[in-house]
């Protein structure tokens, strides 16, 4: 199958023409609440986060929606929360990244915690790949990818997209 790349890109210039406002209005939303995953192991995904990439856990609560199950917080930054579900009993099996699927999720650093953190990683042994000398991508314990952005939030190497 050939792309035809070039009509791609004269898309992608229209799509930004039409609807990226020279004005934009103020977003109906408030943040992102939280983002919820799946832990296979509540302390793993806890001493993963909280321990080794230096996310605070804020709480730990029975979830609503399914009796002996746990829903835990943890926080990163600027009043966002990215949160976790165990479901014992249940055979979820492992994280699968799929097409329309969560593809990953990016959390900005500053740069001096990026070089932190990505040694930390290093020395727990965390695969990882740097892309752009500004992206960290690895796994976290259940598979669920995630990217370390040494860029500002509403910026993206270098250009704002906020």
Do not use: C
Request: glycine fraction near 10%; proline fraction near 5%.
């Amino acid at each position: 199958m050939t792309i035809d790349y070039a009509s791609i890109e004269a898309r992608r210039a229209e799509l930004r023409r039409r609807y990226v406002l020279p004005h934009r209005p103020s977003s109906s939303a408030g943040g992102v609440h939280h983002l919820a995953l799946l832990s296979s192991d509540v302390e793993r995904t806890i001493t993963f986060y909280q321990e080794l990439l230096e996310f605070p856990l804020t709480e730990i609560i029975e979830n609503r929606d399914y009796k002996g199950s746990s829903h835990f917080f943890f926080d990163i930054g600027n009043g966002n929360l990215l949160a976790f579900f165990d479901f014992p009993g249940l055979d979820l099996g492992p994280y699968q990244e799929v097409l329309g699927g969560l593809h990953h999720i990016a959390i900005s650093v500053d740069p001096a915690t990026w070089e932190r953190l990505r040694g930390k990683l290093e020395m727990a042994g965390v695969p990882h790949q740097i892309e752009s000398g500004a992206s960290i991508y690895f796994k976290d314990p259940d598979g669920a990818r995630l990217e370390l952005l040494a860029d500002h939030l509403g910026e993206m190497y270098g250009a704002r997209v906020m």
